[in-house]
């Protein structure tokens, strides 16, 4: 009973304040439908500034998931070199591993309007890395 409530008044309470703010709003995928309700409940801000700061965050992120798409499809081209320059499959995998990580995420985001645009980049440029080792010899040693 004691860990029903010390799990279900915050979990009722975060759920009370999440509704009361009018929440569902703030997760649209484009605020500016309706500033009001998506950002003027918690940011007591005029109307053309919130718009402005939704436009610099949506060009911000279309830049990152152009820049972890690029990322993601130059691993493809490092992979083929690497397997041209004879790299073990050993190494050929560990990068590949990467590439999926990679790929994962970048399509999760672009289905999802997601913010782990700089996990993409990280995994797709650490297996830029894997394969460059002559002979697939690795190159943490």
Not at 48 to 70: F, M, N, P, S, T
Not at 109 to 123: K, P, Q, T, Y
Request: aromatic content about 6%; hydrophobic content about 45%; glycine content about 6%.
């Amino acid at each position: 009973m004691f860990f029903a409530c010390l799990l279900g008044i915050p979990a009722g309470v975060g759920a009370f304040t999440f509704v009361y703010a009018k929440g569902f709003a703030y997760l649209s995928t484009d605020p500016r439908l309706n500033l009001n309700r998506a950002c003027q409940t918690c940011h007591a801000v005029p109307e053309k500034e919130l718009e402005a700061r939704v436009l610099a965050i949506q060009d911000r992120h279309h830049a990152l998931l152009q820049r972890a798409a690029r990322a993601t499809t130059d691993m493809l081209d490092v992979i083929v070199a690497a397997k041209k320059e004879g790299a073990s499959e050993a190494t050929l995998q560990a990068a590949a591993a990467q590439h999926r990580k990679a790929q994962w995420r970048l399509d999760y985001v672009a289905a999802e309007n997601s913010r782990i645009l700089g996990e993409v980049i990280d995994h797709a440029r650490q297996g830029h890395s894997r394969p460059s080792a002559p002979c697939g010899r690795s190159s943490a040693g």
